[in-house]
């Protein structure tokens, strides 16, 4: 048995255990297009005697930490044939591909999940959730007179990833976009633009959206301020006369459009969406900025029992250093004799990859992880905690 990347002339065979895998079928105008993009290095295989038995996709992408790209292993199209599934050949080939982000410095690596415990038990956690509304024509927010402006099918990609960038770098999770991205994973054919303009003609938000069915569907409402928000959902009410309803999908979960609306009592969901893991986490402390406290004249300590079955060089004890300005650093030591693997002592903190990953994103935070039990160990070092970690924000709004 074989892992190793595939090749050009394996193009159709990798193509054909995705649609039977994802239950999909090509024209072959779209295989033709697929085989134009087709990175065989960014594809993995589990071969035996040149027989292609399972396969994923790994890109290389980055994404938002504290409002500066950090780089991320995008894990996508996992499959095997279902003769050769529950034999461990995904576990071969995460393991693999998981050992080559940690080579080649990856911080994080990303997937959308077929089943959130399959992947929890790999050190995947969930990282972000989103809202998505459905709104009655008759509850859309109320039109105001705006000194802005809009105009519709802006294909300048230069100017709404500027917008996108301004508004994505404000949440932890968010992925950068190149040219790339923009023209065959967000601006389909079938969706239409909005960007507003102020009364000074600088663009300062966008929507992307598709109507069809008398249905409404906002794939992204990208805002920098209230004032184009509202000049977004003016031009949205305007469609009044065309519709039924909208669908506002992919939302961060801190938005605050229900409580905006006259009636908020309109259907509202929160989908947990992406899960994430840690690749390296002695890498990923020094790329953190902690909160600078002030509270001591020498750099802050706590002991951090970390726990990953998955990748063996972030498992193990480690000293947990912050600077008086925030830096952090991680040095592993010694197992102590009383510290053993699912067993801390008590001035240790414990926890696995996957709650570390949920804190330095953001999703969760020290104090509620330590009483649901995920975070274990002395509370005055989880108080601590909380207080050096950011408030901060997930959000997410490509697929991949």
């Not at 071969?47 to 780089?71: D, I, R, S």
């Not at 809202?131 to 039109?143: D, H």
């Not at 020498?298 to 830096?327: C, H, T, Y």
Request: glycine fraction near 6%; include cysteine.
């Amino acid at each position: 048995m074989e892992i190793r990347t595939l090749t050009m002339d394996e193009f159709e065979a990798g193509l054909d255990l995705s649609e039977y895998a994802f239950q999909y079928k090509l024209s072959e105008e779209h295989r033709e297009a697929h085989r134009g993009r087709f990175v065989p290095e960014r594809n993995w295989g589990v071969f035996e005697e040149n027989e292609l038995l399972a396969k994923l996709t790994l890109l290389p992408l980055q994404l938002y930490m504290q409002g500066q790209p950090v780089l991320m292993g995008g894990i996508a199209g996992v499959a095997s044939w279902p003769e050769k599934r529950r034999s461990g050949l995904v576990s071969r080939l995460l393991s693999n591909v998981l050992a080559r982000m940690n080579e080649q410095g990856y911080s994080f690596s990303c997937l959308h999940p077929f089943s959130i415990p399959f992947y929890r038990k790999f050190g995947w956690e969930v990282y972000t959730d989103y809202k998505k509304y459905t709104i009655p024509v008759n509850q859309f927010p109320s039109k105001r007179s705006l000194s802005g402006s809009i105009k519709r099918d802006v294909k300048d990609i230069a100017l709404l990833n500027r917008l996108y960038e301004a508004f994505a770098s404000r949440y932890n999770g968010t992925l950068l976009r190149n040219e790339r991205w923009w023209t065959y994973n967000v601006l389909t054919p079938e969706r239409h633009t909005a960007v507003y303009y102020s009364e000074t003609g600088e663009p300062e938000g966008y929507i992307l959206y598709r109507i069809e069915n008398r249905e409404l569907t906002v794939h992204e409402f990208v805002f920098l301020h209230e004032t184009a928000r509202q000049g977004l959902w003016t031009y949205l009410s305007n469609h009044d006369s065309m519709v039924t309803q909208a669908v506002i999908d992919r939302v961060p979960s801190n938005d605050l459009l229900p409580f905006l609306l006259n009636d908020p009592r309109c259907k509202q969901e929160v989908m947990p969406y992406f899960m994430a893991r840690i690749v390296n986490a002695a890498t990923l402390i020094e790329q953190y900025r902690f909160n600078s406290l002030g509270i001591s004249e020498v750099p802050i300590q706590m002991k951090l029992r970390l726990r990953d079955d998955f990748a063996a060089w972030n498992d193990g004890l480690w000293l947990l250093e912050i600077s008086l300005e925030g830096l952090g650093k991680l040095q592993r030591v010694a197992e102590e004799n009383n510290i053993t693997k699912g067993d801390p002592a008590e001035d240790v903190l414990d926890c696995d990859i996957q709650t570390l990953t949920a804190l330095m994103l953001g999703y969760k935070r020290p104090l509620e992880l330590y009483a649901c039990g995920k975070l274990t160990g002395p509370l005055y070092d989880v108080e601590l905690l909380e207080r050096l970690l950011p408030i901060q924000q997930t959000a997410l709004m490509d697929f991949f």
